[in-house]
């Protein structure tokens, strides 16, 4: 059964420095988003992704905050300057053309900035 | 602003007994999904329901969309140390562009044998 694959599954940088965080969505599927859960916490909406633009974004998604899918297959999420606000698990998740909301998850990325 | 209350946050039973967990909003949703999570993983999907009212089942789980659609339960029958974990309730709204899902803060399951 295909899954949504994510690397690293662990990523510790230093604040201040860029992270790319990297998806691989099911190959079939249309939509495209990105979730953020701080230790303990909900799992928040970032950013979700449609016809290769952003069709929708949370006030957590600021400048600091970009996606890509730069070649039909990868969709990432950069920070461009960590800060220590940012360590949380970040999951990358993917819908196909279904009439329920139903969001296929990857197994997360766990940031951690120092 | 949506938002999902789920109740209760933490639930510890024997194996054997029955239990529901609740997901309630005062929004109304096109759709509700229910996940699970284990620790240092991401969610994975057990059910969506869509129709109010809606009533699916997935063996001993059983799951209700309210007729308002804006709540939803989720009932085990006879629950297993195997349904230990983390269940999340989710709601989209197909008039947000993107069909975000909003979470509830989730429902920490521990069956004991």
């Known amino acids: 059964e295909p899954e949504v694959t994510q690397t690293p599954s662990h990523q510790v940088t230093q604040m201040g420095q860029e992270v790319i965080l990297r998806c691989v969505p099911i190959?079939?599927?249309?939509?495209f988003y990105w979730y953020r859960q701080i230790l303990g916490q909900k799992v928040e909406f970032l950013v979700s992704?449609?016809?290769?633009?952003?069709?929708?974004k949370s006030e957590i998604f600021d400048d600091q905050f970009s996606v890509e899918r730069p070649d039909g297959s990868n969709f990432t999420l950069k920070i461009r300057s960590t800060k220590l606000e940012d360590s949380a698990m970040y999951f990358c998740?993917?819908?196909?053309?279904?009439?329920?909301?139903?969001?296929?998850f990857g197994p997360g990325t766990r940031l951690t900035v120092l | 602003t949506q938002l999902l209350e789920q109740s209760p946050q933490f639930l510890s039973i024997q194996e054997g007994e029955n239990l529901t967990v609740y997901c309630n909003s005062s929004?109304?949703?096109?759709?509700l999904q229910w996940y699970r999570q284990e620790p240092g993983e991401g969610p994975v999907l057990l059910v969506t329901?869509?129709?109010?009212?809606e009533v699916k089942k997935l063996k001993r789980l059983t799951f209700q969309f309210g007729d308002a659609r804006k709540d939803s339960s989720l009932h085990i029958t006879a629950a297993q140390p195997g349904d230990t974990g983390l269940y999340l309730c989710?709601?989209?709204?197909?008039?947000?562009?993107?069909?975000?899902?909003?979470f509830g803060g989730g429902t920490r399951l521990m069956v004991k044998p």
């Open positions: 998740a993917g819908k196909g053309e279904t009439s329920g909301g139903e969001q296929f």
């Open positions: 190959s079939n599927h249309l939509y």
């Open positions: 992704f449609y016809n290769n633009e952003i069709s929708e």
């Open positions: 929004s109304v949703f096109s759709s």
């Open positions: 329901v869509v129709t109010g009212g």
């Open positions: 989710a709601g989209d709204d197909w008039n947000n562009a993107g069909n975000m899902l909003t």
